[in-house]
């Protein structure tokens, strides 16, 4: 191993290994939520897009109509990313992308053992 003074960071600045910009880090959580009431679920999605000033009319129309057709991609329209990072010092949201789907689950199957609420 060899030591390069030219390489070397000084005290305060950023070292060679870590980028001067900014640090990006992509958070992966996966969710499974038992729906409990379709109905209320569905209805109170529509209320949501209905309400939603950033959608656009066509992006509106599409998920009003997706809503409609399978409810279970109804809880995507209340997932939130700028809340869950808003109130963390030194974070800012840079991109997100989330969707909601109908999935199998086994609440006794090992992988989710370690992370069951119930």
Do not use: C, N
């Amino acid at each position: 191993m060899t030591f390069d003074p030219a390489s070397a960071a000084a005290p305060g600045s950023a070292s060679a290994a870590e980028p001067a910009g900014p640090r990006h880090v992509r958070v992966t959580i996966e969710l499974i939520a038992e729906i409990t009431d379709e109905e209320a679920l569905k209805a109170a999605a529509l209320d949501q897009v209905r309400d939603d000033a950033y959608m656009e009319d066509a992006e509106r129309a599409e998920a009003l109509e997706a809503i409609d057709i399978d409810p279970s991609g109804s809880l995507a329209h209340f997932i939130d990313p700028v809340a869950l990072l808003g109130s963390v010092p030194g974070v800012e949201l840079a991109a997100a992308t989330w969707e909601s789907a109908r999935t199998e689950y086994d609440p006794d199957e090992e992988t989710w053992e370690e992370h069951d609420l119930g």
